[in-house]
Each structure stands twice: as structure tokens, then as C-alpha cells.
């Protein structure tokens, strides 16, 4: 069974009409409908400066010395009308490097600002990504393509405008891991190494490092973010704060105009704004529910990080729950304050659209329809994550006694250290058994998830096994037949996630020169939900060496 070809993924869809797939990068279509439509920095010179009155400032990517293709997504090259052998075509490499600008494509960086950990920054902007433009697909419409690392731009501010390995490996392959995973999230087609170093102080603490340089091209329908909105809202210029909303509109929210979505502009009133940030919130409630589904710690969760779309973006610092640990961060910036921690992240997203409904609130201007749309968050996020909940303990639809079964499992998960993603797999096993008693609850329930046996206490044990057959009579009483039962709870509980240290393995083993372990996790996170024979190894529990190894229990915003 595999889950991985979900019906939301337009290379597996019915679709339409697939044209010849393309044997070059040189037959991509650009159309551009983001800078045709919005207004630019007048000022063309890379320099670093506030830029105001623009919704991005044209820039040219740096050359680099040389460019390797070390990996790339065949789905995302698919979904871009790519032919197998178009990543063979040399200048496939040199396009993904931005070495060579293809015709059509006109590279510029978004200005955008952000609240980053709680506190209003100004001005950000793209300081290291470059978007060559938007291609036109005949599966996927229109797609934005994004170098990450490919030199400074005008909203670099003091940093360098470029990536290192670790953290692009990361990106890569934790985007895949997330579409896979039917979480919405940016995707990545290239991981191209620069041959050129770049400094990293990685920990902040003056021990600076030469590390190999990357670039990863990110692909999404669009870049845009909460805090494009919060930029020329800080400055009064509605003027182009509208802009930028109606083309966010027109283009990527096109259902909520007249339905042909052919509506003009002047037709976007306030309450099309409203329903546009209901959406907006909607989408995000989704994605927080997502996350807590999986165990994804995203880490740096400021408004400049926030996808319009409600789509993951901009994998830093992130992490994955081993242990099921709700104050658990890997951010080492966070560390202090652990805003970003794992349970915290649906109130993080609360807070963070509020800052979104205040940058848009001169488009609708009615505090009260605003104020509203904005409390709505916590129902629309609680109905998502209880559904989720139910799917995860196989019990379909919600009785009265479930919410409380489900608090239940939580606290015992904390009770003692315990793996979360093997406990729910392993409880999906369970489901098929025609009944459960102690021996068998901790054998193959508790037992593999469980990091410290020695520290259970007989209470404990007591606690779980009952909560196991207690949870047992309920998934029993819904009438599916064990089979099903547990495929209903496998399709809801990954059996891979990419646990933070398999990453590390994997980029340590780069910075040998040898990327076949890259390889190997692409493989792997395509099927998170299937058995995968023979992989049991990257469905184990955290070794101990990972427990305190940089990378693995701790990164920091250094990439
Ligand atoms: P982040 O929190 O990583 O999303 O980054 C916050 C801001 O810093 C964004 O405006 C980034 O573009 C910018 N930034 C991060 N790293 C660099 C870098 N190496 N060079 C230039 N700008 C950067
Ligand atoms: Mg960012």
C-alpha cells in the first residue's frame, strides 16, 4: 500500500493533458505573473538598502566556480514537465546554480518583513534566495522556482547571501519527507554543491569553520509570506499593500472572486479580503494540525516564515520528536524562551495570523468581522487536530470519552521517555490482535518505544498497559475488521519520519564526498506510511549518540 500518491498530487492525478515532457530546462515556459503585475525597485544594483514602494528588487544571482549536481526530486521535475534526462543536460546544473539565466527568467528577491520571536524586526527580505520567475506547467500551473543561496541581494543585511551543505541537505530532503507525508510544503527540485566555502560560526561562539557551500532550488506556487503584508503595512502604503493582496488573490485564491476567478480587481472588496484571511487562517490551523500529527518541530516559526499558502516553508532549524516531549526545541537561539517549542506551535500560528489580520486590516477595516475571523482559529485548529487524533488511534468517528483517552495517551507518553512515532505504529499492530493483555502491551507496544526501561516503575507499567486495553475495547468497538483498522492507523502514523539524526549520517557522510546517503533518505521518506521491508533500521529509536550531538538534539539559525 502505498500513501504516498495522494490524490492532492498533481503528478499522480487524473490528469488532463500530459504534453511531451521536456528534455531541457530551455523549453520552460516563464510568465512571470508576480513582478509583471507588481511594482519593482527602481534602484537595480544589488546593494544592501531598505526599499520601499516594491514588492521586490530585480536581482543577479552570483556566479559560482563549480557547480555539482548532487541530487534532485524526479516528482518535482515531473511536476515541472521534466523528462528523466533533462537533469542530465548539463545546463541543468548550470540553471540550478544560477550560473546561467535561461531566457524568460528574470531573478529578483521579495521584500517582505517579519516579527521574529515575538519582537518586530523591519525589513527582511529574501537576503539569499533568488527566484528566477514562475514557469507555466500543464500539471502543476503556474510554479515559482527559488534559489536558496545564490548570493546577496538588497535584503541581505550583514550576511553573505549564501548556504552551507548541512542545511540545504536538510531543506532538500526535508521537504520531500513533508510532501510525502501529504503536508503542504514548499518542494525541492535541485541540491547543487557551490565548490566554493563560506564561513559559519554554527554555535555563535567565535569558533568559525569553512564549510562546503549548496543550493537548493525550492519550488512553490508562490514565495509569498505573512510578513510581505506586514512590510508596506508598517510603512502606511496601502497602496501597495493592496497590490500585493489582490495579486495574492487573482492568482493563488482565484475560487473565492466570482468562481471563473476572472473578476477584476476593483471587484475585490472587503469581503473578499476577510474571506481570503479566513482561508489564510484555515490553511495554517490545517498545517499546525499536520505537524503535531507527525512530530515536526519547525523552529523558527517568525511571520516571515509563514506561507500565505499554508505551505511548510523555510526549513532551518527544524526537528522531529523522537521522545514525545511537548517543550522540546531544537532551536539553540530558542532556548531561553522555547516560543518555538512543539506544543506551543498552534498558538505560535494564532499570534502570528494576528499580525497578519493587523497588516491587512486597512482592506476589510472592521474590527469586528476581523476580530472574529481571527478567534475562529482555535475551533477550526481544534476540529482539524481532533480528527487527526481520532485517525491516529484508529477510532473513526468521535464518541463521548475519546478527547479524554486521547489526553490520557498523551500524559502517559510523557510519563516515561517514549518514542513517539514507534508507540503509534506500534499500537497500529495492536489494533489487529483480537485482544491484548499486559505481556503483549509491553512487548510490542511499549517495549520499542520506550528509551529508559529501567526507569519504569511498576506504576507506570500499571498506568500504560491499562490505557493499552482500554484504548483496545474502544478501537474493537467500532466495527472494522482488524485489517483495515490498523491500515486506517498506519495511513495517519508514519513509520519513517526524517528523524534528525539520520540527516546528520547523511550529511556527514557529504562532506566525505559521498552522497549516497542523500540518495538513500530521498528513497525512503517517498514511502513514509509504507512497511518498507529491510529499512527497519531508519525506523528505530534515536541512537544515544545522538541525544546531545549538534545537528541532531541541537541546531541553531547558522545555514
Ligand atoms: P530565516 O529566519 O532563516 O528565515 O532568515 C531570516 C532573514 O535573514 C531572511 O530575511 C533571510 O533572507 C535572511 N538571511 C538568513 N541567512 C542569510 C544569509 N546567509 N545571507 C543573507 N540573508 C540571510
Ligand atoms: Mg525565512
Known amino acids: ?41 527602481a534602484n537595480e544594483h544589488n546593494g544592501r538598502r531598505q526599499v520601499h514602494g516594491a514588492a521586490y528588487s530585480f536581482v543577479s544571482p552570483a556566479k559560482v566556480d563549480e557547480p555539482r549536481l548532487v541530487a534532485h526530486s524526479r516528482e518535482v521535475a515531473e511536476m515541472l514537465d521534466l523528462g528523466s534526462e533533462a537533469a542530465s543536460d548539463p545546463l541543468f546544473v548550470e540553471v540550478m546554480a544560477g550560473n546561467h539565466v535561461l531566457e524568460g527568467s528574470e531573478p529578483f528577491a ?90 559559519r560560526d554554527m554555535f555563535y561562539d567565535g569558533n568559525v569553520q569553512m564549510e562546503p557551500g549548496a543550493i537548493v532550488c525550492r519550488v512553490s506556487p508562490t514565495f509569498v509570506r ?83 499558502l499554508g505551505e511548510t516553508i523555510d526549513y532551518g532549524p527544524y526537528g522531529w520528536i523522537d521522545d514525545f516531549d511537548p517543550n522540546w526545541t531544537p532551536n539553540t537561539t530558542d532556548f531561553s524562551h522555547r516560543r518555538y517549542r512543539f506544543a506551543q506551535q498552534p498558538q505560535v500560528a494564532h499570534w ?39 485517525a491516529k488511534l484508529g477510532l473513526g468517528e468521535e464518541l463521548p470519552g475519546d478527547a479524554e483517552l486521547a489526553d490520557t495517551c498523551f500524559s502517559l507518553l510523557q510519563r516515561v521517555e517514549t518514542d513517539m512515532t514507534i508507540f503509534f505504529r506500534a499500537l497500529g499492530s495492536a489494533a489487529l490482535d483480537a485482544a491484548i493483555g499486559e ?48 491500515a486506517s492507523m498506519n495511513a495517519s502514523n508514519p513509520k519513517f519520519v526524517l528523524r534528525n539524526h539520520l540527516a546528520q549520517v547523511a550529511i556527514d557522510k557529504a562532506h566525505e564526498g559521498d552522497f549516497s546517503e542523500v540518495e538513500r533518505l530521498l528513497e525512503l521518506v517517498r514511502h513514509p506510511y509504507d512497511e518498507q521491508p529491510g529499512m527497519d533500521e531508519y525506523a528505530s529509536k534515536r541512537p544515544e549518540w545522538a541525544r546531545t550531538r549538534a545537528g541532531c538534539s541541537t541546531l541553531s539559525c547558522s545555514s
Open 1 to 41: 500500500m502505498s500513501q504516498a500518491s495522494d490524490s492532492r498530487d498533481p503528478v499522480h492525478s487524473d490528469a488532463p493533458v500530459q504534453a511531451d515532457p521536456l528534455s531541457s530546462v530551455t523549453g520552460w515556459r516563464f510568465t512571470n505573473p508576480f513582478t509583471e503585475s507588481l511594482p519593482g525597485d
Open 110 to 199: 521579495m521584500a517582505y518583513a517579519g516579527h521574529q520571536f515575538g519582537n518586530w524586526a523591519g525589513q527582511l527580505g529574501d537576503g539569499r534566495a533568488i527566484s528566477l520567475g514562475e514557469v507555466s506547467t500543464h500539471l502543476a500551473g503556474t510554479q515559482m522556482l527559488q534559489l536558496k543561496g545564490a548570493g546577496p541581494t538588497p535584503y541581505s543585511r550583514t550576511a553573505d547571501g549564501l548556504a552551507v551543505l548541512r542545511s540545504s541537505i536538510r531543506e532538500f530532503l526535508c521537504s520531500e519527507a513533508m510532501h510525502h507525508l501529504r503536508i503542504p510544503t514548499t518542494r525541492a527540485l535541485s541540491l547543487v554543491t557551490t565548490g566554493e566555502y563560506v564561513a
Open 226 to 308: 505573512f510578513g510581505s503584508f506586514e512590510l508596506p503595512a508598517s510603512r502606511h502604503d496601502v497602496g501597495l499593500l493592496r497590490k500585493i493582496a489582490v495579486h495574492t488573490i487573482t492568482q493563488h485564491f482565484p475560487h473565492l472572486l466570482d468562481g471563473s476567478g476572472s473578476a477584476s480587481p476593483a471587484q475585490i472588496g472587503p469581503d473578499q479580503y476577510l474571506a481570503w484571511f479566513v482561508e489564510v487562517r484555515d490553511r495554517t490551523a490545517r498545517l499546525m494540525a499536520e505537524w503535531m500529527r507527525v512530530g515536526f518541530v519547525h523552529g523558527v516559526m517568525n511571520t516571515d516564515n509563514m506561507s500565505i
Open 352 to 390: 502570528n495570523l494576528m499580525q497578519f489580520a493587523n497588516a491587512i486590516f486597512p482592506l476589510v477595516d472592521d474590527v469586528e468581522r476581523v476580530t472574529a475571523a481571527l478567534d475562529g482559529y482555535v475551533d477550526v485548529y481544534q476540529s482539524h487536530w481532533r480528527s487527526a487524533v481520532q
Open 439 to 486: 505481556s503483549r502491551a509491553i512487548a510490542d507496544v511499549m517495549g520499542p518505544a520506550i528509551y529508559r526501561p529501567e526507569e519504569w516503575s511498576r506504576d507506570d507499567v500499571e498506568a500504560t498497559v491499562s490505557w493499552i486495553e482500554l484504548w483496545h475495547e474502544r478501537v474493537s468497538s467500532t466495527g472494522r475488521e482488524p485489517a483495515e483498522r490498523r
